[in-house]
């Protein structure tokens, strides 16, 4: 317990030496503000290539096609108050780095923009030889975000649907963190009497790129920032006020195809069918 207290009491001190990070929140409200009036215009302003292919009933429509499932794999890297190697990036992906996994189910309601469901298991852990603590956890997520693409909205409403685009994350969810404390010489556990009784709200934001495969299939590269305001990722809310994740991850996407008349699937070949 000892040990437990001077830790505290040094991530005190350095918290007061230390700058505080910069607020996103603020920036984060008026992005889906903006979102928000993007989707409206979306859908209160039917563009003319859209009612040729979908029709009187539109939103209906959107609801049947358009769906896709996602899955990646890639490291995840711990920013919080017992990591070393923040402004080293070798020593950061090499030393603190650990593979971390993601789902996503999702649909490209709008040419531009896309509602997903997100699940993401997280692993991630350090070593730091000032404070002599060890550091290893995990944490899943589940959440939901827009997907913007940035292509189809700068070319809108004569959107190409290219084969390769990038696109924005703006996500929110809820987290549960599982974080253990060892003494570095020793490899002794330490207690903590800060872990989480249950699940937290958190957001998350990021960028990406989709790139065409074969067919119904997609490549994704994805980096996601997971900001955990509770700084409870490590089990120690005292240091720098938020603790971060950033996951950055490939993938294979499957976009599932449209039962269309006659009883045909429609593939990639009829491109104006599929959003991707």
């Not at 607020?23 to 215009?41: D, E, P, V, W």
């Not at 979908?54 to 899955?71: A, F, P």
């Not at 084969?163 to 809820?174: A, E, K, N, R």
């Not at 299939?217 to 994740?245: A, H, R, S």
Request: proline residues 3%; charged residues 20%; hydrophobic residues 40%.
């Amino acid at each position: 317990m000892m040990e437990f207290s001077t830790l505290i009491s040094s991530l005190a001190l350095r918290k007061e030496l230390m700058p505080s990070r910069f607020n996103y929140k603020t920036i984060i409200r008026a992005i889906f503000f903006l979102l928000l009036i993007f989707i409206l215009q979306g859908y209160l302003n039917e563009t003319l290539a859209q009612s040729k292919r979908y029709g009187k009933n539109k939103i209906y429509e959107d609801l049947k096609r358009n769906w896709s499932v996602q899955w990646n794999m890639g490291g995840g890297l711990y920013f919080g108050d017992l990591s070393q190697y923040d402004n080293d990036p070798l020593n950061k992906i090499f030393k603190e780095s650990k593979l971390s996994s993601s789902l996503v189910i999702s649909n490209k309601f709008i040419s531009f923009l896309a509602l997903q469901g997100r699940f993401i298991f997280n692993q991630y852990q350090t070593s730091n030889e000032i404070f002599n603590r060890k550091l290893q956890g995990y944490s899943y997520v589940i959440g939901t975000n827009l997907q913007f693409d940035l292509v189809n909205f700068m070319a809108f409403p004569n959107e190409p649907h290219p084969d390769i685009y990038v696109y924005l994350l703006f996500g929110i969810g809820t987290t549960k963190m599982c974080p253990k404390i060892y003494n570095l010489e020793s490899g002794d556990q330490i207690e903590l009497n800060t872990i989480q009784k249950k699940m937290e709200f958190m957001i998350y934001y990021g960028l990406g790129a989709n790139v065409y495969l074969y067919k119904n299939w997609d490549l994704t590269l994805e980096t996601i920032i997971q900001n955990i305001g509770t700084d409870k990722l490590d089990g120690i809310i005292v240091g720098q006020p938020d603790d971060f994740l950033i996951y950055t991850s490939i993938g294979i996407k499957y976009n599932f195809p449209y039962l269309g008349s006659g009883n045909k699937y429609l593939y990639r070949s009829k491109r104006t069918l599929l959003r991707r």
